[in-house]
């Protein structure tokens, strides 16, 4: 049997790919402090496993293809709350950010045509690139100032006749960063000038912890992309309810959506009973996301604090999301992070992070970074931390 190329050109996840490490780590009676993931510690609000409990239908049956109406009308008003019109017809239920994303990808590019997205980025966006053929074109940002973005005729530059869209991740995905208006403006005139598509991955939108608001601003706010503008969202961050599956793909681009429901029949439909519990977090006071960001703020400062002791070590200082890139003194983030789980311990604990090259578009950049997710109670951060800088001590490939 002849396995494709296309398969083969697919990268593991750096996030998840030292996962067989952890385990056998687990294994062997080690605690693992898992900073490599996005996956948070925080109880899932209860309304989810209420309104499953109270299901009485006796068939649990195919559901409609582009979602279940209560799920759609519930995410239109959550959308109508923060000043975005969204027609029904202009929600699609999906099986996560991540199906969405593909179906997006799918819907806009050819094999050989180009996706401009602003690096470092979420890794997984390359992995939907090329299972559709497509290709990252990426454009290097700087911890300098913030992961923020070059200026407007740099990114133009970039646009070549291959390009069919923008992907952009507000807040940022490993960064931190969160985008001004101005730099969402200049997105927006160039989407606009080249008739692009603009992918928006708001999945952190409540996730902002130094500005005057707790919430993002949303590329969904500016009325020149209604025709372009393809938004990316899910249950997963918002609700602490990533093992839910269920996000959306939403655009006014009435075109696309018969495309889009092309995509959705194709896998027929998404969890019915996931649905039903989606559609009651989105009950949830706002108290709950408001205490949420106060919470996330807390880690965020531990784990800043933390890290600022580690000799050698630097770190991004992100301003939403809950992760930060790190710079560490080391030969190879990824053969240290083996080695961690491998070889560290102490009092059979050690620590876990996602190597930094996974998130450049090219392997060789960013060797010595790492994605930090704070995702923890802040005690544990603040021994995850403490673990990283003894193992940093130890490491024999260490540099300075």
């Not at 975005?84 to 099986?95: C, K, P, Q, S």
């Not at 000038?193 to 409540?206: F, H, N, S, T």
């Not at 403490?386 to 540099?399: C, F, I, Q, S, V």
Request: net charge neutral; aromatic share 10%; proline share 5%.
């Amino acid at each position: 049997m002849k396995i494709s190329q296309r398969v083969q050109s697919i990268s593991t996840s750096p996030i998840r790919k030292l996962t067989p490490y952890a385990d056998a780590a687990k294994a062997a009676g080690k605690k693992v402090y898992h900073l490599n993931i996005g996956q948070p510690d925080i109880a899932t609000p209860p309304q989810f496993m209420d309104s499953i409990r109270k299901y009485g239908e006796k068939v649990i049956a195919y559901g409609n293809s582009k979602g279940e109406m209560p799920l759609i009308k519930a995410i239109q008003k959550y959308y109508k709350e923060k000043g975005m019109d969204y027609a029904v017809e202009d929600i699609y239920v999906t099986n996560g950010g991540s199906e969405a994303l593909q179906f997006a990808v799918m819907s806009l590019c050819d094999p050989g045509d180009e996706i401009v997205v602003f690096e470092p980025y979420y890794a997984n966006y390359t992995t939907f690139a090329k299972e559709y053929g497509a290709k990252i074109n990426a454009i290097r940002t700087s911890v300098k100032n913030g992961y923020h973005l070059p200026g407007e005729k740099e990114i133009e530059a970039r646009i070549t006749p291959k390009t069919r869209a923008i992907l952009i991740t507000n807040p940022g995905n490993p960064t931190g960063v969160v985008y001004t208006e101005e730099e969402m403006e200049i997105i927006s005139r160039l989407v606009v000038k080249y008739d692009l598509g603009l992918i928006a991955d708001e999945v952190y939108r409540e996730f902002v912890y130094d500005g005057k608001s707790s919430i993002c601003k949303s590329f969904g706010t500016i009325p020149c992309l209604d025709d372009s503008l393809i938004i990316i969202d899910s249950v997963s961050k918002r609700y602490s309810a990533c093992g839910v599956r269920i996000g959306c793909i939403i655009s006014k681009n009435k075109e696309l959506h018969g495309h889009i429901m092309k995509c959705c029949q194709a896998r027929l439909c998404s969890p019915t009973i996931e649905q039903v519990g989606a559609a009651a977090l989105y009950t949830t006071p706002a108290s709950y996301l408001e205490e949420v960001n106060k919470e996330y703020k807390k880690r965020r400062n531990t784990i800043a604090a933390a890290i600022a002791k580690l000799p050698g070590v630097s770190a991004s200082d992100p301003k939403g999301a809950f992760y930060l890139m790190v710079s560490l003194p080391v030969d190879d983030a990824e053969k240290f992070a083996i080695w961690t789980l491998e070889n560290f311990s102490i009092d059979n604990e050690t620590v876990m992070f996602a190597p930094g090259n996974g998130f450049y578009s090219d392997p060789n950049v960013g060797k010595n970074e790492a994605r930090v997710a704070y995702v923890l109670k802040s005690e544990d951060l603040e021994r995850a931390v403490y673990l990283l800088g003894e193992a940093l001590k130890a490491y024999p490939g260490r540099t300075k």
